[in-house]
């Protein structure tokens, strides 16, 4: 910068764009294969299998499924972050860490949990229960952040002008939850359109379920493509949604002086009906899942602890989420240093064309693998390095967001200012960039292990011959209702899970504040 304006701006380091723009390129190979097998198929081929009574069956039972449950985690969530953010309810530190615990347990076990505790489960309103009690943190933990955060400067106002405190809420506060609302939506329906597990488990069908089951009858079948395409095609339309209803909206403080602290509201006569309200949640989103995994392990006694099952699934659950996170965490450099330190119409667009790739379901991305695998390298076929890099493109934005906020509290000055007392520009970076980045590294690698950890379709679709997960084990044994067996690969699963869900809502706490 100079003293009258802008300076010349530099060019990104041709080797960052190259990997960049690879990336971009890797990452559309899934939307390529739909495409591709799409047209393949021909228009008359392919109506036939989209227009039929069946897939109108699957498409009302998933919209069905999205219009009950995405209001329901909305309302679940909102108004858990409101008690928690805005109330003097007691114990809320206690019920913040709580609301974002059933993230812990992967949507297949609280399925698992569920029909142990009720097995008659079954159709919309048990798939309804389940993908609720599973996904509405994922709408309390950005409520949460944005709630905590908020200048209570328009509140106080609102107040002094006669509003009311529900009035104050649906007039100031819930406007500027908007963002929080709508991300939040969107990765609840994202995650409705590719569960697998808990819906199977539940024999409630959906495009995944449906997928998979012409998958196993059909090895790459028409049919199964074309359900693949529609719910990409789903996947899009909710992407573009959410963008528009996002729009350009930015809720911040603008002005000098420091953020005054919100004025927690008294609940008076609410105060019990609210702990109960949490209390029941809570129960029925972690607690009935962790009791009955811990009644179906010590049922299980000691025999169902067998080492040699039971350790090699670990270690190579461990192996591939450590594998992933650091592949990933590597990969999303280049994109994350481009949207910081080069913003830009281009480095926007390579940055989008992750987050589609992201959104698809794990179904589609490993059929895309499977199919372009056995077609152009048949040795990658059911190898680590496949299942590795589809981890990778199905987390990339996990480690990509959080790679940028960190590289966007490390100034490049300290790069320039470095280079200015003799180190080379590779040096410079390694040694004040990358460590100020590190922080922000370490906890997009955790979350992407959070989620590799508890993936299920892919690795089924992918691993090699012999792999046996966590996931995969446990899935193995409750589809032969061996519930038993399988519960301590439940209870493995949400120990794993435990840790990483709370640096997740650390991490969405911090991301609130920036």
């Not at 905590?148 to 104050?168: C, F, I, K, Y």
């Not at 969107?186 to 959906?206: K, P």
């Not at 449906?210 to 998958?215: D, H, L, N, R, W």
Request: aromatic share 10%; glycine share 8%.
């Amino acid at each position: 910068m100079t003293a009258g304006g802008r300076g010349k701006r530099s060019r990104p380091p041709f080797v960052v764009v190259l990997l960049a723009c690879l990336i971009a390129l890797f990452s559309l190979l899934p939307l390529g294969y739909v495409a591709a097998m799409t047209v393949a198929t021909g228009w008359d081929t392919a109506a036939a299998l989209i227009f039929r009574p069946r897939v109108g069956q699957l498409l009302g039972n998933t919209l069905l499924l999205i219009v009950i449950t995405v209001p329901l985690c909305v309302v679940l969530g909102v108004g858990g972050a409101w008690l928690v953010e805005r109330t003097n309810l007691a114990g809320h530190k206690i019920w913040a860490i709580a609301l974002a615990a059933p993230l812990a347990v992967p949507a297949f076990v609280n399925s698992y949990a569920w029909v142990s505790a009720i097995p008659q489960l079954s159709g919309i309103f048990s798939g309804v229960l389940i993908a609720t009690l599973s996904y509405f943190p994922l709408v309390y933990i950005p409520a949460a952040a944005t709630l905590s955060r908020l200048d209570p400067g328009l509140e106080q106002s609102a107040a002094s002008l006669g509003l009311g405190p529900w009035r104050v809420f649906f007039r100031v506060v819930l406007p500027q939850l908007r963002l929080a609302m709508a991300g939040g939506a969107l990765l609840v329906s994202l995650h409705l359109l590719s569960e697998y597990g808990a819906f199977a488990m539940i024999r409630f069908d959906t495009f995944t379920t449906a997928i998979m089951e012409q998958y196993r009858s059909t090895f790459n079948g028409t049919a199964g493509n074309m359900l693949a395409s529609v719910l990409v095609f789903f996947c899009l339309v909710l992407l573009l949604a959410e963008t528009r209803t996002r729009g350009n909206a930015r809720y911040a403080r603008i002005g000098s002086g420091t953020q005054g602290r919100a004025t927690r509201l008294p609940l008076g006569g609410y105060h019990v009906p609210g702990q109960l309200a949490l209390a029941g949640l809570t129960v029925l989103a972690f607690g009935i899942p962790l009791f009955y995994v811990l009644r179906w392990t010590i049922a299980g006694g000691a025999a169902i602890w067998a080492p040699d099952e039971l350790l090699p699934a670990l270690l190579q659950t461990l192996g591939y989420g450590v594998a992933g996170a650091l592949a990933t965490t590597l990969v999303a450099f280049p994109m994350a240093y481009l949207a910081v330190r080069h913003r830009g119409l281009f480095s926007r667009v390579l940055e989008a064309s992750n987050y589609v790739t992201s959104s698809m379901p794990g179904i589609v991305v490993a059929l895309a693998f499977v199919t372009i695998a056995i077609k152009a390298a048949p040795d990658l076929y059911q190898t680590t390095f496949l299942l590795v890099a589809a981890y990778v493109l199905l987390y990339l934005p996990r480690s990509l967001v959080n790679l940028r906020a960190g590289l966007a509290q490390a100034p490049k000055e300290l790069d320039e200012a470095a280079q200015a007392l003799g180190k080379p520009p590779l040096a410079a970076f390694l040694r004040v960039t990358l460590r100020l980045t590190a922080p922000a590294a370490a906890g997009g690698a955790a979350l992407v292990f959070l989620g590799i950890v508890n993936e299920l379709t892919a690795t089924l679709l992918l691993s090699p011959n012999g792999t046996n997960t966590l996931a995969t084990q446990f899935w193995s044994l409750s589809s032969e209702i061996d519930y038993a067996g399988a519960a301590p690969y439940a209870l493995l699963m949400i120990v794993l899970s435990a840790p990483m869900t709370y640096l997740l809502f650390q991490q969405s706490k911090k991301a609130a504040g920036q």
